[in-house]
């Protein structure tokens, strides 16, 4: 399952958030919007998208998509 338009790189919910936010940099807005500490945390080269989602009690469907209107920058920054 991929959570991505078809003009963008696909993210992959088997993608670290580190290799998520290291791809696509505008999805850090997205981790700060929602106040979690991933940004620069170590456990981000471990943690997907469904393991932040569940630490951080988000709906996972909700946070993909922002996370990919970030990435195609259709997201409101903070």
């Known amino acids: ?8 790189s696909a993210i992959d919910p088997d993608m670290s958030l580190d290799e998520i936010m290291r791809r696509w940099p505008a999805t850090v807005s997205v981790f700060m919007k929602n106040r979690m500490s991933c940004v620069g945390c170590p456990i981000a080269s471990f943690h997907t998208i ?9 709906d996972e ?6 996370l990919a209107l970030a ?3 259709s997201a409101k920054r903070f």
């Not at 399952?1 to 963008?8: I, P, V």
């Open 61 to 66: 469907s909700q946070f993909a998509e922002e």
């Open 71 to 73: 990435r195609d920058g």
């Open 50 to 58: 469904v393991d932040a989602a569940e630490e951080y009690h988000l």
């Open 1 to 8: 399952m991929m959570f991505a338009s078809s003009t963008q």
